[in-house]
């Protein structure tokens, strides 16, 4: 990031990657010189939603002020996964098939808006790929969607788990 600000590519050239280019681990180092990058990503803490206004601001007084970023996204969501599908089968994980079963139906609100899996593929369905622009906002540089699209599901197959 700081190259291409470096080589003078910046005024010239409009930056575009993957989320994790700008992910909030990364947007320190890389300072002012990721002003203006676009990525996409299923995530950002700017997220305008209860359940992320309650998970940013649970996770920013737990990590001395860090922001979360997709990874933390995904340990929320797993972690509300396994929850309310051993509630469902009353904590007995032995019959594999009603746990999974269970897992497979578990909906809820994520930081990332409604959670649920694709019964073809078992993917998860992005309830959005937020198109972000790194921006300077009060709470420092962050990636504030500037665009969406909705309804994501990976083409993939599945598969088939063996007995």
Same mark, same amino acid.
């Given at each position: 990031? /700081?190259?291409? &600000?470096?080589?003078?590519?910046?005024?010239?050239? /409009?930056?575009?990657?993957? *989320? +994790? =280019?700008?992910?909030?681990?990364? =947007?320190? !180092?890389? *300072?002012?010189?990721?002003?203006?990058?676009?990525?996409?990503?299923?995530?950002? %803490?700017?997220?305008?939603?209860?359940? #992320?206004?309650?998970?940013? $601001?649970?996770?920013?007084? $737990? +990590?001395?002020? /860090?922001?979360?970023? *997709?990874?933390?996204?995904?340990?929320?969501?797993?972690?509300?996964?396994?929850?309310?599908?051993?509630?469902?089968? #009353?904590?007995?994980?032995? &019959?594999?098939?009603? =746990?999974?079963? !269970?897992? !497979?139906?578990?909906?809820? @609100?994520?930081?990332?808006?409604? +959670?649920?899996? @694709?019964?073809?593929?078992? #993917?998860?369905?992005?309830?959005?790929?937020?198109?972000?622009?790194?921006?300077?906002?009060?709470?420092?540089? #962050?990636?504030?969607?500037? &665009?969406?699209?909705?309804?994501?599901?990976? %083409?993939?197959? *599945?598969?088939?788990? %063996?007995?």
């Amino acid at each position: 990031m /700081k190259q291409f &600000d470096q080589f003078g590519l910046k005024p010239t050239v /409009k930056l575009t990657g993957a *989320g +994790f =280019l700008t992910e909030p681990d990364v =947007l320190p !180092a890389q *300072g002012k010189s990721a002003l203006g990058a676009i990525t996409g990503h299923f995530y950002t %803490p700017l997220l305008d939603n209860p359940t #992320n206004q309650r998970f940013v $601001k649970d996770f920013r007084e $737990k +990590f001395a002020g /860090k922001m979360p970023d *997709g990874f933390a996204c995904q340990g929320y969501d797993t972690a509300e996964v396994i929850v309310r599908a051993l509630k469902v089968v #009353n904590g007995n994980t032995q &019959d594999k098939d009603k =746990l999974v079963e !269970a897992i !497979a139906k578990v909906e809820f @609100d994520s930081p990332r808006g409604r +959670f649920r899996f @694709d019964p073809k593929t078992h #993917n998860v369905i992005q309830p959005f790929i937020y198109i972000r622009e790194v921006k300077e906002t009060p709470l420092g540089l #962050n990636n504030v969607p500037i &665009d969406k699209v909705a309804d994501v599901r990976d %083409p993939g197959t *599945g598969c088939t788990l %063996p007995a």
